[in-house]
């Protein structure tokens, strides 16, 4: 069936094949079956009947007077079928219906069986008082006629056993039709064209299987859809910065004294990190996408993470004349993941908080150890964001319209949530404690080390 | 010439802002549709440029409420989207132009002329009147055959008054067309651009119309 062909393979198991192999042996097993029960009741027939016959035929010779009867040898028949002798009361042999077969009389009345002259043989023998009538019957007959009706039994079956092949082979083919539809139906779908296999007409044996591919090819059509629209959405994106750098590129080359020129290169420089950032956190969130398998997970202290992010933002907060604290808990904050997407989600909240707080504003970073979970906040006392919109913040390009706001790249939240949703976390934006401000609530399940319990 | 750009992106919006100015047109530049709307209603403006991708409401559902309402200034769409729908649905929205991100700020200035040129019914890229002509491409002046220097405010105020030569503008609807939002007018500063003008090409080529404006003498 197989198009590719593997050299030195061993064949492989074809249903139709076993199925014919099973079928037929399992109807020869049974014609033998049946021949043996055919023989076994047949020999018990001719028991019944032919012991019948043997003692009709002493009992008619008994009624009949033999003094008609040659006393030496009588017709003789060309089978030994039946063999008649007749002896009288002193044992002189008065009758016998074969010469050459003298059998033995037997002293007691009634049925017997003997081996005789390498024949095992049924006996008869009645005394009616007068004489001693015996007749005898070999036993191998009787099998010979079981035997025979046995086969006539179990031979039209056999006969018959190449055609019931066909016929299986045949049917069985026709059963098995839907499945290389079905490879067909397969083969023809492509990352492009990825609908679900027709599941009219299929047998029942064929449905869960049809199932499961349609499950799988909806899975794959919904990611390649993420992905489509993900590269649509990034394209799309990159326009913006890229449009401003073209712009301030102008202005450059248009500018003609030295002052317009400092202001048009410092802006030109904006654009161009702008853009860079934005490149920057669309691999982040292409590498943080649910379809690409795991990282190496470790045992991550989120202590150590917000300590080592919040002295490398220290100077740009610096710069900007913002405070940024760190309220770490006391005891380590394990949490069990990926070490640098873990990074990269607090450097993104830590990042956001500083863009959106104006300059005297302060943003703090806290880590707790809340019950089963780590939890880890940010909390600026920047503009906020209202309610009506913190759903959509997570929406990946979406920027909370802020006239005063810098540049971000909508992708920040989009980062952080996908990274907690990886690690089984989630995310939650709240008001700040005091005022106005932003306070976004990271909980990821915690990891206790086996040692420490 | 005074035109309203509707850009959230503060990186455009500055740079166009900056470019247009050095094209010599005035620019106030809003970064929602609802604070165009308020500007639509104070303001004169030559033209809209739009950017479509905006937050709240998007800039094709406002452009869309502008025309149904009847607001004719010629819009010129600036848009992401570059799909051929998207800029038929733009244009069928009631569009005049549609530039696509990324863009020169040459090509948008000239489209910016080439969609008022048009809007004024003009075909011809310069602006005439009897000796006087003007390059809006190149904001140059000659008169009877000669270039005259023209500062950036004496060039505006001439091209306003040779849109639509025959009209009167009174002083603010000069002020207005001149000075953006932001920007100090001083008290006399369209008659000074005047008595400069009429120092250049002449004092017979702009009439003063008492208490009305000023406005073209016809050609000799």
New interface residues.
Partial sequence: MSETQTPERAPRPSIRGRLLAWLLGALVVADVVMGGAAYLRAHQDLDDLLDYQLKQLAFSLSRQSLGSVPVLPGTPSPEPDFITQVWDRDGVLMFYSRPNMAIPMRPRPGFSNMDWNGQSWRVFTQLDGVRIIQVAHPLSLRREMAADFARRAVTPLLALLPLLAIGIWIVVGRALKPLSSISAALRARTPASLQPLPHEDLPDELVPLVGALNDLLQRLQQAMELQRQFVGDAA??L??????????L??LK?ASDAQERASAIE?LE??VQ?SNRLVQQLLTLARQDPQVPDAATESVDMNQIARELVSDFEPQAALNQQTLRLDPATEPVLVRGEHDALRVMLSNLIDNALRYTPAHGSVIVRTRRDGPQALIEVEDSGPGIPPEQRLRVFDRFY???R?AA??GSGLGLAIVKRVAQRHAGEVSLDDAGAGTGLKVSVRLPAFAPPASR | MRLLLVE?????G???R??LR?EGFTVDWV??AEQGDVALRTEPYALLLLDLGL??KSGLAWLRELRRRGEATPVLVIT??DAVADRIAGLDGGADDYLV??????ELAARVRAVLRRHGGRAAPLLQHGELTLDPATRRATWKGQPVALSAREYALLAALLERPGAILSRAQLEQRLYGWGEEVESNAVEVHIHHLRRKLGADTIRNVRGLGYTLAKPE
């Fill in positions: 799309h994106e326009r913006s910065p890229l449009t401003a750098v073209q712009l301030q102008s202005l248009r802006r904006r654009g702008r920027r909370v319209p006239a810098e540049e | 959230d992106d503060n990186m455009i500055e740079a166009v900056a470019g050095q970064r929602e937050p709240r992401a989207r991100k990324p863009f020169d700020l040459d």
